[in-house]
């Protein structure tokens, strides 16, 4: 049941199996039907708050620890990060689709650490069709 991370404006691949998008915002210039997902778990994003003073922070870097350690609090709270893990336990492949441009200082990076922390199989991206 392995989790792994990769942005929505990749193409959907057969490897994918079920696709999350993770954001709580609809990603710009994707269509419902390109991003082709499975579920929009909105509820498992960074709060509006939290979202909001990330995305307005000068140094986005700098910040980047403050606003992990405050997400994963976030998540510890919530019932849909939960239900998110026993989503895991349905699937062989869960892909969670997230629309930053940052590959790797981002909220689905954190959500995948999180993940692997509570016990789910993750992998950092997803493992080429063959």
């Given at each position: 049941m392995p989790?792994?991370?990769k942005r929505v404006y990749e193409p959907a691949e057969a490897g994918d199996g079920f696709r999350v998008l993770v954001?709580?915002?609809?990603?710009r210039?994707?269509?419902?039907?390109?991003?082709?997902?499975d579920l929009?778990?909105?509820?498992?994003a960074p709060s509006p708050e939290l979202r909001t003073e990330w995305h307005h922070a000068a140094d986005r870097a700098a910040a980047f620890d403050g606003f992990a350690a405050r997400y994963r609090a976030e998540l510890?709270?919530?019932?849909a990060a939960e239900a998110l893990l026993a989503l895991g336990r349905e699937h062989?492949?869960?892909?969670?689709?997230?629309?930053?441009?940052?590959?790797h200082?981002?909220?689905?990076?954190?959500?995948?650490?999180?993940l692997g922390e509570h016990g789910a199989s993750v992998a950092a991206t997803a493992p080429p069709v063959e």
């Open positions: 989790f792994v991370i954001d709580r915002l609809w990603p210039g994707v269509s419902r039907e390109r991003a082709e997902l929009w778990d909105k509820e498992v510890d709270e919530s019932p062989d492949r869960v892909t969670l689709l997230y629309g930053a441009r940052d590959e200082s981002n909220h689905a990076a954190v959500l995948l650490a999180w």
